[in-house]
């Protein structure tokens, strides 16, 4: 198998994490308060993120979730 690059490793992973999300939630295992919750939480701790080497990294992330939260991305907003 080929070596995968990691930021299309990272999107690949994002795109299954949001479409898990979006099933549990369509599927009523988790409520649209406890999707919205994980991703705050993920943000977070990236936001904590002890460590200068890879500071600039860990806001970027930050930044991308607090990103999909605004956008709804991840969660069908009724």
């Given at each position: 198998?080929?070596?995968?690059?990691?930021?299309i490793a990272g999107l690949a992973a994002?795109?299954?994490?949001?479409?898990?999300?979006?099933?549990?939630?369509?599927?009523?295992?988790?409520?649209?308060?406890?999707?919205?919750?994980?991703?705050?939480?993920?943000?977070?701790?990236?936001?904590?993120?002890?460590?200068?080497?890879?500071?600039?990294?860990?806001?970027?992330?930050?930044?991308?979730?607090?990103?999909?939260?605004?956008?709804?991305?991840?969660?069908?907003?009724?």
């Amino acid at each position: 198998m080929m070596p995968v690059p990691t930021d299309i490793a990272g999107l690949a992973a994002l795109s299954i994490c949001e479409s898990l999300l979006l099933a549990l939630n369509d599927r009523n295992i988790l409520p649209e308060k406890e999707i919205v919750g994980i991703l705050q939480d993920a943000a977070a701790a990236h936001n904590a993120a002890p460590g200068r080497d890879q500071a600039d990294m860990h806001k970027a992330v930050a930044a991308l979730i607090n990103g999909i939260l605004a956008g709804g991305n991840s969660v069908r907003r009724r």
